[in-house]
């Protein structure tokens, strides 16, 4: 753990962060899908050869490519097949008459894709195709439209659409993740796509920021912000780039929005405690809802918004907690572990991903069943540090920073941690508390 991150931890104990799947083909009378935890799991083998440009689109059609086959790769649930083996003929077209499946079922693909993209009516379209091999016919056709500098985006909704095709759930590929950049002295809260592209600076601040979470709707990001030289909240509005204080007595931070978006759960300093509280989104209403004489700190909610999870050292080490959201029912989940902190909660509502300090002082991720405390190693001989965990709004991925080449870094991996890609370097500088955003809506 970097000093600057120890020294973060040390003041808030166990610093906040909001936070692949086995698959296999299951029958089905309409298509098959792709069974996500499957125990015969086997990537499914796709061939994306390289997308018709017409007149001015032909360099969008090439970078359109290219997103698409990135995502299906960082999904972890397809075999992208690698072009340079392709033996159909390039110019052949989109109809499934003129698709010669053979030449593609010879190179082993079992899904084909292909997309035309061209410049009308001031917009960029994005004509998608996708089609079972063994069948030789065609399963999807849709056409995606973008403004025209929004290249990226249309392969990101492309490959939305097949994630969606091939598992009955929605694609992540064109949500956004936040994070905190410390760079030359600053503190920048960036957002960026998820295969670590198309990266923006919101804010550039002298004094400290930490914790993004996202509002449920993508409109505000909540952060703890030192602009008045101690912690406090303050959300960010994407619309108009405005930055507005949710002061509250005493030291607050760590603030994560309900899945609802009507109230914050945060941990405010009062006394030389730390507690929990909840309060509503503009700051009114605040509420106590733990009242142990340890520090509570770290909430997040259940997907249903009727418990958060929290950790605590009131068993004298820190470790996780479980309550209702309104405070009552206190119970601990994690019995293994000394250092136990930040818990995340799947959207999915079937595990809590949190960090781990081991008995060699290094931190790693773990994930802990919240029904009956099953946990479960993600990664292992990594670097020494891989923290801070935030799971895709499908829970089907996650991301979380890593020292693991000697510097503050993002990756992205499957709850398993099976398949781990680095995705977002800070170039000098750290990137800390990354929060994987919601569903474009």
Not at 3 to 14: D, E, M, N, T, W
Not at 296 to 306: E, L, M
Request: with cysteine; charged share 20%; glycine share 10%.
């Amino acid at each position: 753990m970097t000093s600057s991150l120890a020294a973060r931890a040390l003041l808030v104990l166990l610093a906040s962060s909001p936070c692949l799947p086995g698959l296999a083909l299951a029958a089905s009378p309409e298509r098959p899908v792709l069974v996500i935890g499957a125990s015969d799991f086997r990537p499914l083998p796709i061939a994306v050869p390289a997308f018709a440009g017409a007149g001015d689109a032909q360099g969008a059609a090439a970078e359109v490519t290219g997103v698409v086959r990135s995502d299906l790769t960082l999904s972890g649930l397809f075999d992208v097949l690698d072009p340079r083996g392709y033996l159909a003929d390039p110019s052949e077209g989109l109809a499934s008459i003129q698709i010669a499946f053979r030449r593609w079922a010879d190179v082993g693909a079992d899904g084909l894709v292909k997309a035309a993209v061209r410049l009308e009516g001031g917009e960029l379209t994005g004509e998608l195709h996708l089609y079972e091999v063994q069948s030789a016919r065609e399963v999807l056709v849709t056409t995606l439209r973008v403004p025209p500098s929004a290249v990226r985006l249309l392969g990101h909704r492309m490959s939305d659409e097949i994630f969606r095709y091939y598992t009955h759930e929605p694609g992540v590929f064109s949500t956004r993740i936040a994070a905190i950049r410390k760079l030359n002295d600053l503190y920048e809260l960036i957002t960026f796509d998820p295969d670590g592209q198309n990266l923006q600076v919101l804010l550039h601040e002298k004094d400290i920021l930490l914790l993004p979470a996202w509002r449920p709707d993508g409109a505000e990001i909540l952060l703890t912000s030192y602009r008045t030289g101690r912690p406090e909240l303050w959300a960010y509005r994407l619309a108009d780039q405005s930055f507005r204080s949710l002061a509250h007595r005493g030291n607050s931070m760590g603030g994560v929005y309900s899945p609802d978006g009507k109230r914050i759960a945060f941990c405010l300093t009062e006394g030389g405690n730390t507690d929990l509280w909840v309060m509503n989104v503009d700051g009114s209403g605040a509420r106590r809802l733990t009242r142990d004489p340890a520090i509570d700190v770290s909430p997040f909610w259940s997907p249903d918004g009727k418990q958060i999870a929290f950790a605590s050292d009131r068993a004298g080490t820190p470790q996780l907690y479980v309550m209702n959201a309104d405070g009552t029912q206190v119970r601990r989940l994690t019995f293994q572990g000394n250092y136990n902190q930040t818990p995340c909660w799947s959207p999915r509502g079937d595990a809590i991903a949190f960090t781990a300090r081991d008995e060699r002082k290094v931190f790693d991720l773990f994930q802990v069943t919240p029904d009956n405390g099953v946990i479960t190693r993600i990664t292992q001989d990594q670097g020494r540090t891989n923290e801070e965990p935030s799971y895709s709004p499908n829970g089907r991925l996650m991301v979380f920073r890593t020292d693991r080449n000697g510097a503050g870094q993002l990756v992205i991996s499957d709850p398993k941690g099976n398949r781990q890609t680095v995705i977002l370097s800070a170039g000098g500088g750290d990137l800390v508390d990354p929060a994987w955003g919601p569903l474009p809506r």
